[in-house]
């Protein structure tokens, strides 16, 4: 199991203790529940949920040694509120989101998350999903694209790739992500580029595609209500847009008297885990408090 990003920092923040309750709302792999679980010994309880079903299956074999102290929901993190209401594990004493993608999803979910693969264009966490990147790649605007590009990406090439993707499902659909790599290496010029030429793109896409920042606002709002007082919350985020996301609402919901910011800047990771693994470079963690 691969080791989650901020672990230690995670842990020390939400400071969980013997028989607190606890919801882990991207549980993944189950890596901060299995940490968490150890300090909540003999009666603590966590809730994790993943939208992704196949990440799940992994979390059920990583925590199994916990059994009853572990209640694993296939759901979307907006409706936090309701499953913890269903599976009567409030009150609850912390709750962690860890928005970036599990190893599974990179590297074994053939749903197109990655740009170094060849894999179909779906870039969902919900089988059940109806939307997919290939919908929107061959189906959106020019408009509409470069909207997606520019407001999930920041791409400053958006219009660019946006028309070069257009022209080229004139000739024949794009449904793979080796067609639209190709598609944006050709219009791009990444060569003097710290990041790969594709990588904003692939993240418009999976955020649009996911309605990722809505779900995120939502789940922060619901995650604030079901928190006990003294509860805390902790957000791992690695691009501006979440970051921004989650220290806007942060200060809003200090200004009302209800949250106390912990973090006054994120926490990053150290130059030793950004060495063991590459994908933390970008972690940003924000921690606050329920004071009301």
């Known amino acids: 199991m691969h080791i989650p990003v901020l672990l230690q920092e995670v842990i020390k923040f939400l400071n969980p203790q013997s028989n607190e309750n606890f919801i882990d709302a991207t549980v993944g792999e189950g890596g901060y529940a299995m940490a968490i679980l150890q300090y909540t010994a003999p009666l603590g309880k966590i809730l994790g949920i993943d939208l992704d079903e196949e990440s799940l299956k992994v979390a059920r074999e990583n925590l199994a040694a916990f059994e ?9 993190y907006k409706d936090i509120d309701q499953m913890a209401k269903k599976v009567d594990i409030l009150p609850v004493n912390g709750i962690v989101f860890d928005l970036g993608l599990g190893t599974f999803q990179i590297e074994d979910s053939s749903r197109g998350f990655s740009f170094l693969r060849d894999e179909p264009l779906k870039m969902t966490f919900d089988l059940g999903c109806e939307m997919s990147a290939e919908k929107v790649i061959n189906e959106s605007s020019l408009e509409l694209l470069t909207k997606i590009f520019q407001e999930y990406g920041e791409e400053k090439n958006a219009y660019k790739i946006a028309q070069a993707i257009v022209e080229e499902r004139k000739n024949k659909k794009i449904t793979k992500t080796s067609e639209l790599v ?19 793109v692939f993240q418009a896409l999976r955020i649009y595609v996911n309605d990722e920042l809505n779900n995120l606002k939502e789940g922060l709002e619901k995650s604030v209500k079901i928190l006990d007082k003294d509860g805390r919350i902790a957000v791992v985020s690695y691009h501006s847009l979440e970051d921004r996301l989650v220290k806007k609402f942060y200060k809003e919901k200090e200004k009302e008297g209800i949250l106390k910011i912990i973090t006054k800047k994120p926490i990053t990771p150290t130059k030793v885990e950004v060495l063991n693994n590459r994908r933390s470079r970008s972690a940003k963690l924000r921690i606050a408090q329920k004071i009301k």
């Open 68 to 76: 009853n102290r572990v209640i694993l929901k296939q759901g979307n």
């Open 182 to 200: 190709e598609i944006i290496e050709k219009t791009v010029d990444g060569r003097h580029n710290r990041l790969h030429p594709a990588t904003k």
